[in-house]
């Protein structure tokens, strides 16, 4: 019955609606002015859970790479002393080294590409047949890391499609173990995350071409413009938005390996493969090195917090 | 937008499908690879993408009963359904409050959100294990589920308020001048037209935990609790070259997240994107 | 204005909490307290008084035999005690190294154990408490008297863990180890080469071997374990069992000493001369021997762990040889003893335990060993394979290593970080991405800060 009355064919401004008007208005100082403590009691199953699984821990980590401890008896104070041998340590080292070395293969490579294939078919977006390709460009992001780490060691390996590739076109004396090789087992690592994100930024990059006011690029066409003028002045800056998401998630992605290169080289051959979160578990649970791998994984997050809100700034200002 | 509206010449119509035939063979190559090989019998030569002699299911059968799969499966199963269940409920929750409610400290605890959106795992599972292990509580559900959930409410939570962000006030309002209280609101009016976006976060949320690698090699070292991820991880070092066995076992291990997602494409592709892209 | 107050609050906050939590340092009283491991209780052989129980077992016997071997002794002990179900747990070597410690640790430890010797895995274990002493079971069951006592030390460390091959004894092991040279006798005799038997000879017969068109050692490495074998055996043919005992028990010595880097030497060169299989960092230790195996090698570098699957492949063209110093007569060579069988403290059932470790390791398992094709720590006194069969080669190695001392312990055990050094750095030494002497002087900057920290 109240329902009618506030329908849009309610009464003058002094009708329900106008009520309800003012009430909104109002109601901000009945929402915003104040304040609803029961909102504590919604928020609260959710942030004890995460504060006691995710915070506290956090916080912790950062404890931890204060001291030297084996995880098993007492530990030790040592200040910053772990810092210091990380950037000490030749190994730890490069193990951020190789970490930006899969930044451009994930990342870089992917992105570049996509924007490359976008500007060569951007004038073909919505074409019939699209999800058939979405699906397919996306799928490697869907199977679990694992099992696309085991699906690479075969093709990795002597007999495996890499090799059958190159003989197939002749260079079969290129042809070796590629995971075990000192010089190609980082970018072998490198080339199954570029499969992984090529895919994704396709996808993201045509969906937001799709996006764009088919009038915009008439306008442009009669207007003379080359493709190439076409692309960097109507279709990049339109991209921001996604360009910006795709780097996040695959620099995000590149940094955090650590699944691909426990199944695939555990950090070899030699230590041509390690990587900081690989490290860091290593170091945490193997060797019994447990406030070095702290130290690790701090200077890792960090630097993800850095790379993403770096990042962050490509973003349009009215995506907020 | 009306596609007739741009002209489009042939030439252009080949290039795009030839360019995207291309890049999605690339991308399912290796998958279809694993399919054949899953089906390879041992006795052919292994590792190659090559169709077999002939087709060989045993290699299922032996990855199942040898490789422990049913048990891995049924523990990944347990543990990604209450992961769901209880992030959807809490997310919802506080999603509900950051959205609509107003109280100290909002924009503060809801930064802290995001920044645990960035958290790699590796930040915080060291002294979690030590906690947990203190608490008496590795090697159990419960330290699979509870972190998980909690990684998962950081994503969760945001998708919820930014949902609940853009539903129409005035229905809200309406409701609340009939005298329906924040609970019923929550529940009774926002929930149900939400549910489709509430699918796309539990999707996500899905695939995340399933495919989980990282937290049940720490937390759980019995046999009877692992996960599928971690099985097949063992299973290969086991059977380092027997590819088509790891392949098989491997299909067994993707399966459940790829077929949800062949059935649910656009949900799984249109989530992951809007999800980080919308701050 | 309100915003920056609430960030500031936050941030106060958040501040607060990491103060909080500094206050507490990591570790120190979750642990058990070594002292109180040792046990008060008296032993006993009963397992029926024992009730229902289900034992777990964690082993490493992924290997062909002895896997053949550990399922059927487990199946008879069953048999025998109805009122136990044993839940068997197998990982592979390198599975097993990254989730023991875990295992170890948690709210429902295993029951049993096979804990690696040295100071990385057993002696990390014996400091955190937590496996329990096994001196009073040893007694019980005459362990003491039916193990020579230099298979008995490695198995020994002191309560705090600090001190190797002296204390409480924490394991027995099943099977006897020789890391030695497998070959094919047929691809020898038609070059008209004897088996080798110093290191010299050894690598006299590479280049002939090689000209022939056949690849004179299948190595594969992708697995990282084999290098530290290769190096093993090489560098105890070259320096001696005194000289390298001394060094990984960290008595004397370093590892730049000339042997050791002679030895590097060697290895190096074997690489560059395309004595190793190409790749090898790449080629798993399985694809390898499998090459071996169909007769494409002459020599596979391996342990008598892999007696059962050389046998079943190469049949009776396959020997077994162990190398020594030139112008010795007797083997010098990497060995030991399987991984021990260990109880841990967290263990309900150490009586039931006790009587399954001492079922799997006496001599009736000895002859289940050996009909599937391993060796026995104890071989049976009766175990006498013919002369000129892998068998035979096997048990005669193993005769002449015991008369003469010449096991020299895993290189890996030397520190806690030795496996991870030593296998990447032979992993760089192969593919010429180290000199000898870089690569030794990687494993004593290891080594000697782990010296001057105990």
Not at chain 1, 82 to 103: C, E, K, P, Q, W
Not at chain 3, 360 to 366: D, G, K, L, M, R
Request: with cysteine; hydrophobic share 45%.
């Amino acid at each position: 019955m109240a329902t009618q009355v506030t329908g849009p064919q309610a009464g003058g401004p002094q009708g329900r609606l106008g009520r309800a008007r003012a009430g909104r208005t109002s109601g901000r100082s009945r929402q915003g002015g104040r304040p609803q403590y029961k909102a504590y009691l919604y928020i609260a199953p959710a942030f004890v859970l995460f504060a006691v699984f995710l915070g506290v821990p956090a916080l912790q980590t950062a404890q931890y790479s204060l001291y030297r401890w084996n995880g098993l008896g007492a530990s030790t104070w040592v200040g910053l002393q772990n810092y210091a041998d990380l950037v000490r340590d030749a190994t730890l080292r490069s193990s951020f080294g190789h970490a930006a070395v899969l930044v451009l293969f994930y990342s870089a490579v992917p992105v570049l590409l996509a924007l490359v294939l976008t500007a060569l078919i951007s004038r073909g977006a919505g074409l019939p047949g699209m999800s058939v390709f979405r699906t397919l460009l996306f799928l490697p992001q869907v199977v679990a890391s694992v099992v696309v780490a085991t699906t690479w060691v075969a093709i990795y390996s002597p007999d495996g499609l890499s090799n059958q590739l190159l003989r197939l076109v002749g260079l079969g004396s290129l042809t070796r173990a590629w995971l075990g090789d000192f010089g190609t087992a980082l970018p072998a690592v490198g080339l199954i995350g570029t499969w992984l994100g090529t895919g994704l930024c396709l996808v993201l990059f045509l969906s937001g071409v799709a996006n764009i006011a088919p009038e915009l690029l008439e306008a442009a066409r009669m207007d003379g413009a080359g493709a190439v003028a076409e692309f960097t002045s109507i279709v990049l800056p339109a991209l921001r938005g996604q360009i910006a998401v795709a780097l996040t998630l695959t620099v995000v992605a590149a940094l955090k390996t650590f699944d691909l290169v426990y199944i695939t080289t555990r950090g070899g051959p030699g230590t041509s493969t390690t990587l900081p979160a690989f490290e860091a578990y290593n170091r945490a649970f193997n060797t019994g090195q447990v406030g070095s791998a702290a130290s690790v994984a701090v200077v890792l997050t960090a630097l993800i917090l850095v790379v993403t809100a770096l990042i962050q700034r490509i973003q349009p200002d009215e995506v907020a | 937008m009306s596609a007739g509206s741009l002209r489009r010449r042939p030439a252009e119509v080949t290039l795009t499908y030839l360019v995207l035939a291309v890049f999605s063979l690339v991308a399912v190559v290796p998958l279809v690879g694993v399919l054949l090989s899953a089906v390879t019998p041992a006795g052919d030569p292994q590792g190659g993408f090559r169709l077999p002699s002939r087709v060989e299911l045993g290699n299922f059968a032996e990855a199942w009963s040898r490789g422990h799969f049913s048990s891995y499966l049924r523990s990944s199963l347990l543990v990604t359904v209450s992961v769901v269940v209880l992030t959807a409920l809490l997310a919802t929750l506080a999603g509900y409050a950051f959205a609509r409610m107003q109280f100290p400290g909002r924009n503060a605890l809801f930064l802290l959100l995001l920044a645990g959106l960035l958290l790699p795992a590796e930040a915080f599972v060291i002294p979690l294990y030590y906690n947990l292990r203190t608490a008496g509580l590795t090697d159990t559900y419960a330290a699979l589920i509870l972190p998980q959930t909690a990684q998962s409410l950081a994503f969760g939570i945001f998708w919820m308020r930014n949902q609940f962000r853009t539903f129409p006030g005035e229905i809200m309002e309406a409701a609340r001048l009939d005298g329906a209280s924040d609970w019923r609101l929550l529940w009774r009016i926002v929930v149900p037209p939400s549910v489709p976006a509430m699918t796309t976060m539990c999707l996500l949320v899905a695939m995340w935990t399933w495919n989980e690698f990282l937290l049940p090699l720490i937390m759980v070292s019995g046999e009877n609790l692992r996960t599928a991820p971690l099985g097949l991880a063992f299973f290969q070092g086991q059977h380092v070259t027997e590819y088509s066995l790891l392949a098989a076992a491997g299909s067994i291990v993707a399966f459940p997240i790829v077929l949800l997602y062949l059935l649910l494409q656009r949900r799984f592709i249109s989530g992951m994107l809007n999800g980080v892209g919308s701050r | 204005m309100r915003r920056s107050q609430q960030l500031a609050g936050s941030l106060a906050l958040a501040c607060a909490l990491a103060l909080a939590t500094t206050a507490c340092a990591p570790g120190g009283s979750t642990t058990s307290d070594p002292a109180a491991s040792s046990t008060a209780a008296p032993v006993s052989k009963d397992v029926a008084a024992a009730g229902d129980v289900t034992l777990t077992v964690w082993d490493q016997n992924t290997d062909g035999g002895i896997d053949d071997a550990q399922a059927k002794l487990n199946a008879a002990f069953e048999a025998k005690y109805p009122n136990v179900k044993i839940t068997r747990v197998s990982r592979s070597f390198a599975d097993l190294k990254t989730t023991l410690k875990l295992a170890l640790t948690s709210k429902t430890p295993p029951d049993v154990v096979q804990a690696n010797q040295g100071y990385p895995d057993m002696g990390s274990f014996v400091s955190g408490g937590l496996l329990r002493p096994e001196d009073d079971y040893a007694k019980l069951y005459g362990w003491d008297g039916y193990y020579p006592k230099q298979l008995l030390d490695l198995n020994r460390f002191t309560p705090d863990g600090k001190d190797w091959q002296s204390g409480n004894l924490y394991g027995v092991s099943q099977t006897g180890e020789i890391v030695g040279v497998y070959y094919n006798r047929k691809v020898l005799s038609d070059l008209g080469i004897a088996a080798p038997k110093t290191i010299g000879e050894f690598e006299a017969s590479l280049p002939k071997i090689k000209a022939s068109g056949l690849l004179p050692i299948a190595y594969g490495d992708v697995e990282k374990s084999p290098g530290i074998h290769i190096y093993g055996i090489t560098q105890a043919a070259v320096a001696g069992s005194q000289a390298v005992e001394d060094l990984v028990t960290a008595k004397s010595g370093a590892w730049t000493d000339a042997p050791s880097v002679t030895a590097a030497q060697k290895i190096q060169g074997w690489a560059q001369q395309g004595y190793l299989t190409q790749g090898a960092n790449g080629i798993s230790r399985d694809d390898a021997l499998a090459d071996f195996d169909a007769g494409k090698a002459a020599y596979h570098i391996d342990g008598t762990w892999q007696l059962a699957t050389v046998s079943k492949g190469l049949g009776a063209d396959a020997g077994f040889l162990a190398l020594g110093p030139d112008g010795s007569s007797t083997p010098v060579t990497t060995g030991g003893e399987g991984l021990a069988w260990a109880i841990t403290t967290g263990s309900k059932h150490p009586d039931v335990a006790a009587a399954y470790i001492d079922f799997i390791t006496n001599a009736e398992a000895a002859q289940v060993l050996v009909d599937t094709g391993n060796l026995p720590a104890v071989p049976p006194a009766d175990w006498a394979p013919k002369s000129g069969t892998l068998e035979g080669d096997v048990a005669e190695q193993w005769k002449a290593v015991g008369a003469s001392s010449g096991l020299v312990p895993y290189l890996d055990y030397a520190t806690p970080t030795f496996y991870d050094t030593m296998s990447a750095g032979v992993q760089q030494l192969t593919a010429g991405k180290l000199t000898p002497e870089e690569f030794t002087a990687q494993l004593q900057k290891d080594y000697g800060s782990f010296v001057s920290s105990r």
